[in-house]
């Protein structure tokens, strides 16, 4: 009977383990060198607040000669989903300055999302 007792407890242990979110990894906020001078905050996805999630997203972003974002590509993002498209479609409302140069170039970019703390 302590077998089966141990074994249905070994069981619900695993399975309550697999359904907790494990804290996101730490942002490689190094990697960020450049800052837009108009910052679209993105929304926080309802169902990643529901869950009381935190995470981030590293882009790569492609700025046009007149300062606007032209393409978006996510490098990293911890968790892997959740948090991508709020912060691909924030990003692409940021302006940057333009270079001097007047050439489009790259730059990366970190969307943090974090929760209010209680």
């Given at each position: 009977m302590k077998k089966i007792i141990s074994v249905v407890f070994t069981g619900l242990l695993a399975a309550c383990a697999s359904t907790v979110t494990p804290p996101p990894r730490p942002a490689p906020a190094d990697q960020v060198r450049v800052r837009p001078i108009v910052k679209v905050h993105p929304y926080y996805p309802q169902?990643?607040?529901?869950a009381r999630v935190e995470g981030?997203?590293?882009?790569?972003?492609?700025v046009n000669n007149?300062?606007?974002v032209?393409?978006?590509?996510v490098v990293d993002a911890s968790p892997d989903s959740g948090?991508?498209?709020a912060a691909r479609t924030a990003a692409r409302k940021w302006?940057?300055?333009p270079?001097?140069?007047r050439r489009s170039f790259y730059v990366m970019a970190l969307v943090d999302f974090s929760l209010p703390q209680h």
């Amino acid at each position: 009977m302590k077998k089966i007792i141990s074994v249905v407890f070994t069981g619900l242990l695993a399975a309550c383990a697999s359904t907790v979110t494990p804290p996101p990894r730490p942002a490689p906020a190094d990697q960020v060198r450049v800052r837009p001078i108009v910052k679209v905050h993105p929304y926080y996805p309802q169902q990643m607040r529901d869950a009381r999630v935190e995470g981030w997203v590293l882009m790569n972003l492609k700025v046009n000669n007149i300062g606007r974002v032209t393409e978006v590509e996510v490098v990293d993002a911890s968790p892997d989903s959740g948090f991508q498209q709020a912060a691909r479609t924030a990003a692409r409302k940021w302006i940057y300055k333009p270079a001097q140069d007047r050439r489009s170039f790259y730059v990366m970019a970190l969307v943090d999302f974090s929760l209010p703390q209680h």
